[in-house]
């Protein structure tokens, strides 16, 4: 990539190439981020080119891709006078065909550590996060909004059960929206690592609760199988020992019960990861955080794949370099695409 950049986003568009935007790194000179500028890997050639730059640079953002193929990205982190205590409000749409990010409706609550999901009706649902919501300083957030690509708006809507952040969302075959753990409370007594998990109904607006995670957990991964179950794989919580440790275990959800049920253990605990569904129904997990096999922590380059039809994990070919806060894109050959991250000591710019 041109830039160096970890905590970005990485979006396949409709002609295949891959939008990279924002985050966070240092340009080798005497700029760090946020980045607000944004660039295209086309694998047809291999190449990188530079596109649209975004109105804002910024970092744990989301982007989601809509129903005619441009890219909304909203919220994430930056510490000036453009957000307030770090959370922005603000979203952004890219028009691949021009290049260009305009400016759209601001979230009622600037967030970060949030996530989006663009649901079956073709509207982005964002939950929860780490944000300002209406007090005087940063609050976890149990408040979610919907954007209408139609008006450029965003709508509050009914708050999760649960405040959370760094939480996964999966839109499931029903068209629901499962919310998955996270760190948060339940306004109540209880903060920590959740394992509470919610559905959200788009023809009812309604939020509901289902059945519990084994283990609760936050920057952990969710993927939705082809058999219509939900796999998680690792993360980081406390054992009430420690003040935290990578897990190495994964749940599968299954949406027509409403039950967790354990898996195979990967090998390496991990977190800050990546998780891709391959064409053949298998998960790919690359990188992260978290202890290797001769027991020493740090940032991995290790990968595993996972098989439904076993439940097994197994250890397969590593990355070339250790690296984690990066992004892995299933492109339309069916290769998977690693840009950028953060490997303990610089950002990244590599890819591969």
């Not at 891709?65 to 930056?78: D, E, F, M, Q, T």
């Not at 959370?164 to 996270?182: D, F, M, P, Q």
Request: proline share 2%; aromatic share 14%; net charge neutral.
């Amino acid at each position: 990539m041109n830039n160096e950049r970890c905590l970005h986003t990485a979006s396949v568009l409709i002609s295949g190439k891959v939008l990279v935007a924002g985050g966070y790194g240092y340009d080798g000179y005497s700029d760090w981020g946020p980045w607000n500028s944004s660039e295209l890997y086309d694998p047809a050639t291999g190449m990188w080119t530079r596109t649209g730059n975004m109105t804002l640079g910024r970092y744990y953002h989301t982007a989601s891709i809509l129903a005619n193929g441009k890219v909304l990205v909203v919220g994430g982190y930056r510490s000036d006078e453009y957000s307030y205590l770090g959370s922005l409000n603000s979203s952004e749409l890219y028009d691949p065909a021009t290049g260009i990010w305009t400016r759209m409706g601001n979230l009622a609550v600037g967030r970060y550590f949030h996530r989006a999901s663009v649901l079956t009706n073709g509207k982005v649902l964002v939950t929860g996060g780490y944000g300002f919501d209406g007090h005087n300083y940063l609050d976890i957030l149990n408040s979610s909004e919907l954007y209408d690509p139609t008006t450029g708006i965003w709508t509050k809507i009914g708050n999760m059960h649960f405040r959370r952040y760094c939480h996964t969302a999966s839109v499931l075959a029903n068209g629901k929206v499962l919310v998955i753990s996270g760190y948060g409370s339940d306004d109540y007594s209880y903060w920590g690592y959740l394992n509470s998990t919610e559905l959200y109904d788009p023809t009812t607006g309604i939020w509901t609760r289902t059945g519990n995670i084994n283990v609760g957990r936050q920057y952990h991964t969710a993927s939705v199988l082809t058999n219509g179950k939900v796999l998680v794989a690792g993360g980081y919580f406390s054992d009430g020992y420690s003040y935290w440790k990578p897990v190495n275990s994964s749940e599968l959800y299954d949406p027509m019960t409403g039950i967790w049920t354990k898996t195979g253990n990967m090998t390496d605990g991990r977190y800050y990861h990546t998780a891709s569904v391959l064409a053949n129904g298998k998960v790919l997990v690359a990188g992260g955080y978290g202890y290797s096999g001769s027991n020493s922590f740090g940032i991995l380059n290790s990968s595993e794949l996972y098989d439904p039809s076993t439940g097994i994990w197994t250890m397969t070919s590593s990355m070339n370099t250790a690296r984690s806060e990066h992004t892995a894109s299933v492109l339309t050959n069916g290769k998977i695409l690693v840009t950028g991250g953060y490997n303990g000591t610089d950002y990244i710019k590599s890819v591969e």
